[in-house]
């Protein structure tokens, strides 16, 4: 099995007239990961983030016991206050943000990060990008972000997309905390799935095709990518 990094990504929230708004970063289009994209704060979990827990040198790779998982989110967390900073010059506190999803690429995937979410209050004051990681930030209701990647207008990825859409029905940001601290984090392992009719779609467990022959034919729990606007089918729990 490849070695996972660790990762974090932090969705910031803040209320507004018609509903919570997100805070969206442009990375630059030629250069760097996700050129581009509209994405969340975040980066690599780094040695230093592991405290007392880490190791000298490189971050410690994922590993797949739950005192490791334990330790990886708890790194994860820290990197994503620190990501906050020097990307949006936001300080949180760690302890405010809520766990939402932990996301593992597929297997095809070129650099594969196990990446941690979190989901957090934005703090007053304002968004001081740091030059070369981003070129312009926006404040979005969760329904116009996506409308505008359906129309063209902005990129996004698939963890963003999915979770944008998974903020659809928050009245308020209260709500949305509310609802991240009451069920355990979900887990999104990806997995791409040939079509013949040449379909993009990305399949998570649950799917019929994710484990064929393992999980109900009727079971969809996939991103859609064959044309905007994608289109998120889901009829089972989310894993946690």
């Known amino acids: 099995m490849p070695r996972m990094d660790a990762a974090a990504t932090v969705v910031l929230l803040r209320d507004a ?4 708004q997100v805070l969206l970063l442009e990375r ?34 994922v590993e797949v016991d ?17 990501e906050t900073r020097e990307e949006t010059g936001l300080v949180l506190d760690a302890g405010g943000l809520a766990e939402l999803s932990c996301w593992i690429p ?26 070369g990681e981003h070129v312009a930030h926006a404040w979005l209701t969760p329904r116009e972000a996506l409308r505008r990647h359906g129309e063209g207008q902005v990129q996004l990825v698939p963890p963003t997309w999915v979770t944008l859409h998974g903020l659809l029905q928050a009245e308020s940001v209260q709500a949305a905390l509310a609802e991240a601290h009451r069920r355990p984090p979900a887990t999104y392992q990806s997995r791409l799935l040939d079509d013949s009719e040449g379909a993009r779609i990305i399949a998570w467990s649950g799917d019929a095709d994710y484990e064929p022959g393992r ?17 998120y089918e889901r009829n089972v729990p989310l894993a946690g």
């Open 66 to 82: 739950d005192g490791a998982r334990a330790r990886s989110r708890r790194a994860a967390r820290r990197a994503g206050v620190r």
């Open 28 to 61: 630059p289009r030629n250069t760097g990961s996700f050129a581009g994209a509209w994405v969340f704060p975040g980066g690599k979990v780094d040695p230093q983030d592991y405290g007392t827990e880490g190791t000298e040198g490189a971050a410690p790779a």
């Open 17 to 20: 007239p018609d509903g919570p």
């Open 106 to 131: 597929p297997a095809e995937a070129p650099r594969r990060f196990h990446t941690w979410f979190f989901l957090g209050r934005a703090p007053e004051g304002p968004v001081t990008l740091n030059p």
């Open 215 to 231: 999980t109900p034919s009727s079971g969809r729990n996939r991103l859609v990518m064959t044309r905007l606007p994608w289109v």
